[in-house]
Antibody
Framework: QLQLQESGPGLVKPSETLSLTCTVS??????????WGWIRQPPGKGLEWIGS???????YYNPSLKSRVTISVDTSKNQFSLKLSSVTAADTAVYYC??????????????????WGKGTTVTVSS | EIVLTQSPGTLSLSPGERATLSCRAS???????LAWYQQKPGQAPRLLIY???SRATGIPDRFSGSGSGTDFTLTISRLEPEDFAVYYC??????????FGGGTKVEIK
């Protein structure tokens, strides 16, 4: 059974870079059917997609965060990572990694996020 | 940018009642790109519905999705105690590539 696990510092200082890693177990990150993504949720608020990556390294980001976000993949370790630079208190959130699956039933393509990590809380504070 | 607006913000119902949740898109969304998730406190979201109306693996048939274009609905036919949670709709496709609605909380009346 595929599992995702987020890891990284729980406390980051303002203006510094937040770095998180998602480890994929029970399956390969190098599958052609999947993208791998990061989503965050500020305390008491809704979900915000940050960006996604394919095992080849192809990425796409939320335009609202694009200037500060880098997502990378390490297929040898079955991991993908998030870096968010110049953080402020507004970046305090639970950060989730998730798998985006595509199901094809000709002529339709279905996209959804079907496997999620448990989430990790990141607080931005001095 | 496609904005998803969910209503109502909070739905107060009793176990056994029917819940009807709305998700309205600011522009037309392909049905195959519309999903619904359930989130309980302290947990990650769980996929319920994809393609607007297809139940994900293991999801009870009391959950159903419908709609097209700009109007989508999640229906829970008879609320069980474990169904009280927050529900999010999500679309894939237009920039930003993936967006979520603001959520509807289904609470016990």
């Amino acid at each position: 059974q595929l599992q995702l696990q987020e890891s990284g510092p729980g406390l980051v200082k303002p203006s510094e870079t937040l770095s998180l890693t998602c480890t994929v177990s029970g399956g390969s990150i190098s599958s052609s059917s999947y993208y791998w993504g990061w989503i965050r949720q500020p305390p008491g608020k809704g979900l915000e997609w940050i960006g996604s990556i394919y095992y080849s390294g192809s990425t796409y980001y939320n335009p609202s965060l694009k200037s500060r976000v880098t997502i990378s993949v390490d297929t040898s370790k079955n991991q993908f990572s998030l870096k968010l630079s110049s953080v402020t208190a507004a970046d305090t959130a639970v950060y989730y990694c998730a798998r985006r699956t595509v199901t094809i039933r000709i002529p339709y393509y279905y996209y959804y996020m079907d496997v999620w990590g448990k989430g990790t809380t990141v607080t931005v504070s001095s | 940018e496609i904005v998803l607006t969910q209503s109502p913000g909070t739905l107060s119902l009793s176990p056994g009642e029917r819940a009807t949740l709305s998700c309205r898109a600011s522009q037309s969304v392909s049905s195959s790109y519309l999903a619904w998730y359930q989130q309980k406190p302290g947990q990650a979201p769980r996929l319920l519905i994809y393609g607007a109306s297809s139940r994900a693996t293991g999801i009870p048939d009391r959950f159903s999705g419908s709609g097209s274009g700009t109007d989508f609905t999640l229906t829970i036919s008879r609320l069980e105690p474990e169904d009280f949670a927050v529900y999010y709709c999500q679309q894939y496709g237009s920039s930003p590539k993936l967006t979520f609605g603001g959520g509807t909380k289904v609470e016990i009346k």
